[in-house]
């Protein structure tokens, strides 16, 4: 499927032509020099590398960089730090010893069950919620495209609940989904035994499909404008091959809208792994018995209600490196190949 | 061409990651040597304090700011509510690390005390000159639960909350029991009277303490009923976890049974489930009887396994204290000003504004004239002098966490032995409390 998407797109050019326009003026001007002038060149291209091409660029995005290094880069790289030492928060005069402890935190903090179930849950939440949200905000997004009426309506109802704080609107689910809920007054017998916020084995999912609702909106917003990227002209060609509309969803549309499907991925799996405040507030805390507890609920309960700053960032740490490894997998499989 | 850019751009976030780490590392090496003021005790001038953010204990404040500052004019209180957060807990947590703390926290947990302690937050009150005597003569014997491991005063008892079974009248009488003489003081009539209440149909639920997994709802289950089952013997002693035995079993059993019989709700109630009839017991202090202004209530003191005399119940206390901050640039002013904030007229001022009881020893003679006026209150003057606190230390709420874990799986939702499950969380209680 892959390649019939990237052949049209990239035919393959003549070996001459191989520089292109892709190749930029800089290259083609350093190849013309040649390439046995030695020092200078070399020199030329250390400056060149640390500053780029364009060193005014430098100034005005330093702005940015500088922002990102406070508020991103720092704090990332502290807490690796901290995660490998005995720390704790301390008054600035307090100057308490911080010795390097090596990988304890990391003993401390796997070698508890609590830490072990989290990053089970997180995984069960994962599984259903990313999936999930592809594929319905990928259908809505197409369907909401075709919509002539309310269109405007349709796409502020969907965005309603992501715009609305988590807090209030966890308030209205705990009304649907407690014991003499909206949910199970409408179930009636069917209704789960224990209910569904307090059974171990719904109480992750639930909170699963909470969020993917709750996001949702966001994500069609996504696929929406991806949609309009794809060419008219494709599906015109599919139908004159005689694709019925499922085939063009299928062999059109969701390969027209790789690109956002990986941010999708990436985004819906970082705020996945992420998860807090539903599990706060939905399940009193990660009930039941910790059913629902997600590494980064752990981390507040460890690093700030606790004290263990340092145990709670070799969790984050941990979490970071699997969610990195998550994305490069989702990069690889959806990702745009390069050459 | 765009793996280059991509290579080149991966050089510069490694060379920016160094440089940050090198800025991380200096920082965490460097800076020595705080305030130069922080070891004196003497010093005076204008000092900032916070308090709690609710309605009574805000007018209390600001009466005893006004009073302080009538008669100081060169060492004005600025005072404030704590700012919003999570919890108190948390924000004075980060004003300690970041320097900024006020001067006095008149509502600080006494479960956070050892963290605020181990962090270089708290100023030791047992280094003023009369800051132990002072203590100890306010609050009699009941002070020693609020001294650290080596004897001293990090924090003020200042003002308590002791817990006793609040019930609805109504519902009571509704049930077809007497309202007037409820049967409540043993296990087995509590359990009965909550199961004539729920057959009934009065209310969902006899008792609905919250259910949730949050480290300090073992003070309003386990912890006043253990209390009152040994007569005031704390979770741990010399070290060592003491809820491991037949009195600890029982009160979780007591417990498990109630949520067996789905007398309590394993559910969290969104709401006041007191105040809005879901249950028809509530487990709380005094501050509760400004709050549930609309029930027909009465009060008894929490069960116990046989039935006590209430004059030797014992229970939580959901104190409050004041701690002093080692931000704090006029320490001598904030002492003055602590000890002016609790002196008998302003203790009597607290009493009478917020019903909550002053950790002072001989409540009820002291304020004869305040009970005597509100009969309600009566029962909790007397009883804040029966009170057992959390334990201390830098570990008081993991050790929480811990045991209400196991609580939740064992007595909330009923998995496994309740006294096997106390005796495990026991053991890593034991390791918990001997940690730095």
Known sequence: ??????????????????????????????????????????????????????????????????????????????????????????????????????????????????????????????????????????????????????????????YVPYVTASVAVV???????????????????????PSWLINENLAMPVIAIYVTWKQLGFYILLYLAALQNVPKELYESAATDGAGRIRQFFSVTVPGVR?????????????????????????????????????????????????????????????????????FIQNRLVGERDS | MQTSSVKRSKRVLAVALAAVAGIGLA???????????????????????????????????????EAWNAENPDQKITGQEIPAGKSSEEVIGAAITAGNAPCLVFNTAPSAVGQFEKQGGLVNLSDFDDGASYIEERSGDIAKQYQNADGDYFQLPWKSNPVVIFYNKDLFAAAGLDPENPKLSTYDDFIATSKTLVDAGVAPFAIQPAPTSEFFQMQFDFMPLYAAATGGTPLIEDGKATFADDKGTEVAQFWRDLYDQKLAGQEQYQGDAFADGQAAMAIVGPWAISVYDGVNFGSVPVPTPEATDPKDVWTFSDA?????????????????????????????????????????????????????????????????????????????????????????????????DVGQSLTDVATKIDQLATQP
């Open chain 1, 1 to 158: 499927m892959t390649s019939t998407v990237s052949d049209p797109r990239a035919p393959v050019p003549s070996r001459t032509g191989a520089t292109g326009p892709a190749s930029g003026k800089g290259k083609g001007k350093g190849k013309g020099k040649g390439s046995g002038s030695g020092s200078p060149r070399a020199k030329r291209s250390v400056a060149h590398r640390i500053f780029g091409r364009q060193p005014l660029g430098l100034l005005f995005s330093s702005p940015y960089l500088l922002f990102v290094l406070a508020v991103f880069a720092f704090p990332i790289v502290y807490s690796v730090w901290i995660s490998f030492h005995d720390f704790f928060f301390a008054a600035p005069g307090a100057n308490p010893d911080r010795p390097f402890v090596g990988l304890d935190n990391y003993v401390a903090a796997f070698s508890n069950p609590a830490v072990i179930r989290s990053f089970g849950n997180v995984g069960i939440f994962l599984l259903i919620n990313v999936p999930l949200t592809v594929v319905l905000s990928l259908l809505l997004a197409s369907a909401l495209n075709k919509v002539v009426h309310a269109r405007t309506f349709l796409r502020v109802s969907f």
């Open chain 1, 171 to 193: 308030a209205v689910w705990l009304f649907l989904f407690n014991g003499n809920g909206l949910v199970n007054s409408i179930l009636g017998p069917l209704a789960p035994s």
């Open chain 1, 259 to 327: 690109p956002a499907t990986l941010l999708v991925l990436l985004v819906s799996t970082v705020t996945g792994a992420n998860l807090f405040t539903e599990p706060y507030l939905l399940t009193g805390g990660g009930g039941p018995n910790g059913a629902s507890a997600s590494p980064v609920l752990l981390m507040y309960q460890l690093g700030i209600q606790q004290g263990q700053p340092d145990v709670a960032s070799a969790i984050g740490v941990v979490l970071v490196i699997g969610v990195l490894i998550i994305a």
């Open chain 2, 27 to 65: 920082a965490c090496s460097g800076g020595s040597g705080g305030g130069g003021a922080a070891g004196d005790l003497t010093a005076t001038g204008p000092i900032t304090i916070w308090y709690s953010n609710n309605a009574t204990e805000l007018e209390w404040g600001k009466q005893m700011v």
């Open chain 2, 320 to 416: 409050k204290n004041v701690g002093l901050f080692s931000a704090c640039e006029n320490k001598g002013t904030a002492w003055n000003v602590l000890k002016f904030a609790t002196s008998e007229d302003q203790d009597g001022k607290f009493l009478e504004t917020t019903g909550q009881m002053p950790l002072r020893q001989d409540l009820p003679t002291v304020y004869a004239d305040y009970f005597a006026a509100n009969p309600a209150y009566q029962a909790f003057g007397d009883q804040a002098s029966r009170t057992v606190e959390v334990p201390g230390g830098p570990n008081t709420v993991q050790i929480m966490q811990a045991f209400r874990d196991a609580w939740s799986k064992s007595v909330i939702f009923g998995e496994g």
